[in-house]
């Protein structure tokens, strides 16, 4: 693809998803420091309302930092090859593991193991930052770039998306209705809705 009629980020994402078609390897981590308040190549992502900044990628492990607004979450779902770990830098979470209810608050880390159900709610009154990384990485870096190209992130399509690159969400439970899309998707809120924007200072 010719440069300059994409922006930089996307170019990076372009090429890697070309080398992966040629067969390359992903990238091996590199030494160094990616300082506070940016991310890799200065990416920002809105995913489900929440704000992801990518700050380590290569085949073995993928990081980023995330900002869950109040009412934000990430409805239950399963990785079924990768272990996933959330340390909590400021809030609370409540979340659904296996089916069952546990809260987590600033300081502790969360273990999330391959093939679990879990789910990732901010019911606090504050928002809430935290600090996510993968193993291995599998193909969750570019599942992010395709939520966050969505024009409009219907839960239908979200679901539908996350299913091609092996990430599987679970139908609301009996008797629930989701809070907007196609009867049996996940619950999902949608990005600000019925708020003014706001504006999230990268972390």
């Given at each position: 693809?010719?440069?300059?009629i994409?922006?930089?980020?996307l170019?990076?994402?372009?090429n890697?998803?070309?080398?992966?078609?040629?067969?390359d390897?992903?990238?091996?981590?590199?030494?160094?420091i990616?300082?506070a308040?940016t991310?890799?190549?200065?990416?920002?992502?809105?995913?489900?309302?929440?704000?992801y900044?990518?700050?380590?990628?290569n085949?073995q492990?993928?990081?980023?930092?995330a900002t869950f607004?109040?009412?934000?979450?990430?409805?239950?779902h399963?990785?079924?090859?990768?272990d996933e770990?959330?340390?909590?830098?400021?809030?609370?979470?409540?979340?659904?593991l296996d089916?069952?209810?546990?809260?987590?608050t600033?300081?502790d880390?969360?273990?999330?193991?391959?093939?679990?159900?879990?789910?990732?709610?901010n019911?606090?009154?504050q928002?809430v930052?935290?600090f996510?990384w993968?193993?291995?990485?599998?193909r969750?870096?570019?599942?992010?770039?395709?939520?966050h190209?969505?024009?409009?992130q219907?839960p239908?399509?979200?679901v539908a998306?996350?299913?091609?690159y092996?990430?599987?969400?679970?139908?609301?439970?009996?008797?629930?209705?989701?809070?907007?899309?196609s009867?049996?998707?996940?619950?999902?809120?949608?990005?600000a809705?019925?708020?003014p924007?706001v504006?999230?200072?990268p972390p």
């Amino acid at each position: 693809m010719p440069f300059g009629i994409v922006s930089k980020p996307l170019q990076t994402w372009l090429n890697a998803l070309r080398l992966q078609e040629q067969g390359d390897a992903m990238q091996q981590l590199t030494a160094g420091i990616t300082k506070a308040n940016t991310g890799l190549e200065g990416i920002v992502w809105n995913i489900l309302g929440q704000i992801y900044v990518p700050k380590s990628l290569n085949e073995q492990s993928f990081s980023w930092h995330a900002t869950f607004p109040v009412g934000t979450f990430v409805p239950p779902h399963i990785h079924p090859t990768q272990d996933e770990f959330i340390y909590l830098l400021d809030g609370r979470l409540d979340l659904m593991l296996d089916g069952k209810d546990f809260v987590a608050t600033t300081g502790d880390l969360i273990r999330l193991p391959m093939n679990m159900s879990h789910g990732i709610f901010n019911k606090s009154d504050q928002t809430v930052k935290c600090f996510f990384w993968v193993t291995p990485t599998r193909r969750l870096y570019d599942l992010f770039w395709g939520i966050h190209s969505m024009k409009e992130q219907k839960p239908e399509d979200v679901v539908a998306l996350a299913a091609t690159y092996n990430i599987h969400f679970l139908p609301p439970p009996p008797g629930a209705t989701a809070i907007f899309g196609s009867p049996g998707a996940p619950t999902m809120l949608p990005p600000a809705q019925g708020q003014p924007p706001v504006v999230i200072n990268p972390p």
